[in-house]
């Protein structure tokens, strides 16, 4: 389908991508806006009608041999950025985190296995141009292209390891505001606030300007992350993808791109509305596939791509000393964002200078190159099994203990309920690491100086800085920060819950006098204390559907960055004023909820009455 956008004129600022190449115009595979409309308008109008818009207006150095620790002047921006590095690798290939925090900050190296089946759906006639995104699950690509006009998917599959590098968030979802910011600031130099329409939506020209950053690396294409995960295929020759078969899915009865004269609704059958019969159907069974990579909150990530932790650059380095501080970016007017609670939604790289941008390059340069694949320059931990381990032994005791602190705390059979749990869940977590009586040669230490160095430690202690490599040792400072804050506030809390329980130091009062000492504010302030460090790690911001979704539903999240605009500025796209979300009903929006097949063709779209309505599809 050929893009419908203006030539671009945009300029590199990088030998990474050269100008003389992103003055070529080819069409590739342009992500239409109308498109990402009809297929997700439907879902987010049962969600959130009348609420919310979707936000369619645009607006080196080289490898030490031996790594040493960061300078002491970076170790207060270590403990700024720890728990969203942490945070990062944690997500890293799975849906539900990156639909969360959608303005990535991670680009890892990794490689898709041989005889990975790939998809691409189109309307023109003719094989895929060159390059071009190809999704790895077929209902991405029939959800985007099958719901309206002549349309052909094509099969591939690779038959050699590909070299990727992938960009974590959504990547691929087209927004101005921040969802691109990786990608823009390593092939633009910059992240300009007001970005203009080309920049944003001209998919066509920035798949030649990846594809030019690819080739200066010598890889062979670009992972990113919409409702599901693509890849963007280079060189098909040099990549050696085999086609294996192309498929008519143009549905009999709707063969014209753009029927004249009917409404554009994307939630209504022919001929009240666009789209074929089967068009809800692609939609819904593209957010079923999407939910196939969840990942920790449900499903398996995707696993068809391994990628390498060790080769991992990060915008949350504190040696990019210009977004030092400045990761909670700024929004274009009065847009405000309703995507998750808080934690790492809206970080932007707004205020990256050209020294750091040429300084991510060259990490990137650094982890894709041949040479430090051959001297195996890491040190083979596996960093992503340590992380999820962590978050599985600490995580679900963390939520336990959040939620036990809302219980009622009035009475003193209350409290003690509350303390009582509290101090089960803390036990459970530190027992491998507590000793009652120290044993250890060195008497000098306490009971939680013990505990605390030997529960934040046990994954690093005895590691040899000097066998990591750059982005190891990122993630090493980063860990160990996490398991500080974590162990030091859950040994707080077994102190403080073990003298109102067990009392084996029998330094207190026993439970006879218990309502006369621990009252509700003493609970409150270890509530305090736990929201606190809950909030810090981001670990309270992660939800399940409230029941097991049956058979026929999906544990549904909304896939696509959501903006409330009080008032489009003029000229916008949009020119709605919806009624300003309250804080119950955003926390409504973005809760997961189990939706069948019906509840998904029941949003609302214009031919709904005026509370239900959205805007119309943008003309373009």
């Not at 030998?15 to 009809?38: F, H, M, Q």
């Not at 700024?330 to 609670?341: P, T």
């Not at 101090?423 to 491998?432: C, K």
């Not at 990591?468 to 980063?478: A, F, K, N, P, T």
């Amino acid at each position: 389908m050929p893009s419908p956008k203006p030539p671009s004129t945009r300029s590199s600022g990088s030998d990474l991508a050269s100008p003389g190449v992103l003055e070529k115009r080819t069409t590739v595979c342009p992500r239409n806006p109308v498109i990402y409309a009809i297929a997700f308008l439907g879902f987010f109008s049962l969600l959130a009608a009348p609420y919310v818009v979707l936000d369619v207006w645009s607006s080196f150095h080289l490898f030490e041999d031996a790594v040493q620790k960061p300078p002491p002047t970076l170790a207060s921006e270590f403990q700024t950025v720890a728990p969203f590095i942490f945070d990062s690798v944690q997500g890293l290939l799975q849906q539900w985190p990156n639909s969360y925090s959608p303005n990535g900050h991670s680009i890892v190296a990794g490689s898709i296995a041989p005889a990975t089946v790939l998809y691409h759906a189109k309307h023109a006639p003719g094989p895929p141009k060159k390059p071009t995104f190809f999704a790895f699950d077929a209902e991405m690509s029939v959800g985007i292209y099958g719901g309206f006009g002549r349309s052909n998917l094509h099969v591939y599959r690779t038959t050699r390891p590909l070299n990727i590098i992938y960009f974590d968030g959504q990547s691929a979802t087209l927004t101005a505001l921040g969802t691109l910011d990786s990608q823009i600031s390593i092939l633009q130099g910059r992240v300009p606030l007001y970005p203009d329409y080309d920049l944003i939506y001209d998919e066509d020209q920035r798949a030649l300007d990846l594809c030019e950053l690819v080739k200066k690396l010598g890889i062979d294409g670009v992972v990113r992350m919409d409702a599901g995960f693509e890849v963007l295929v280079c060189d098909y020759h040099a990549s050696r993808l085999q086609p294996l078969f192309v498929t008519n899915i143009t549905v009999p009865g709707n063969m014209e791109e753009d029927p004249e004269g009917l409404p554009r609704d994307p939630n209504r059958q022919p001929p009240r509305g666009f789209g074929n019969v089967f068009s809800e159907q692609g939609s819904y069974e593209w957010l079923r596939s999407a939910s196939w990579h969840y990942g920790r909150e449900g499903g398996l990530a995707e696993n068809r791509l391994q990628l390498d932790i060790c080769r991992m650059v990060s915008f949350y380095d504190p040696e990019l000393t210009s977004l030092a501080k400045s990761h909670h970016g700024r929004l274009v007017g009065n847009y405000s964002f309703v995507n998750g609670w808080g934690f790492r939604k809206g970080h932007r790289l707004l205020d990256i200078q050209p020294d750091d941008v040429n300084r991510v390059r060259s990490w990137l340069q650094t982890i894709t190159s041949s040479t430090t694949l051959k001297e195996n320059r890491c040190s083979g931990i596996n960093w992503q099994a340590i992380f999820t381990t962590i978050h599985s032994q600490h995580g679900t005791r963390a939520r336990e203990i959040g939620a036990a602190f809302e219980w009622k705390s009035g009475t003193k059979a209350e409290r003690k309920a509350i303390i009582t749990k509290v101090h089960e869940l803390t036990h459970a977590i530190l027992a491998p690491y507590l000793e009652y009586i120290v044993s250890d040669s060195d008497k000098s230490l306490t009971p939680r100086e013990q505990t605390i160095a030997r529960c934040s430690t046990v994954y690093t202690a005895g590691m040899d800085l000097t066998t990591l490599g750059r982005s190891e040792v990122l993630l090493y400072h980063s860990l160990n920060i996490v398991t500080e804050r974590l162990c030091t506030w859950e040994w707080d809390l077994f102190e403080w819950s073990e003298k109102h329980t067990t009392n084996y130091w029998g330094d207190q009062p026993g439970d006879a006098k218990i309502s006369a000492w621990l009252n509700d504010e003493e609970v409150a302030r270890y509530r305090q204390l736990s929201e606190d460090t809950l909030s810090w790690i981001g670990w309270d911001l992660w939800t399940k559907c409230n029941r097991q979704c049956m058979f026929d539903e999906i544990c549904a999240i909304p896939t696509w960055p959501v903006v409330y605009a009080p008032g489009l500025p003029q000229g916008g796209i949009y020119s709605a004023h919806p009624p300003k979300l309250s804080e119950d009903e955003m926390l409504d929006f973005w809760r997961p909820k189990c939706i069948n097949r019906a509840d998904f063709d029941r949003g609302g779209g214009r031919g709904r009455d005026p509370i239900h309505q959205f805007p119309d599809v943008p003309p373009y």
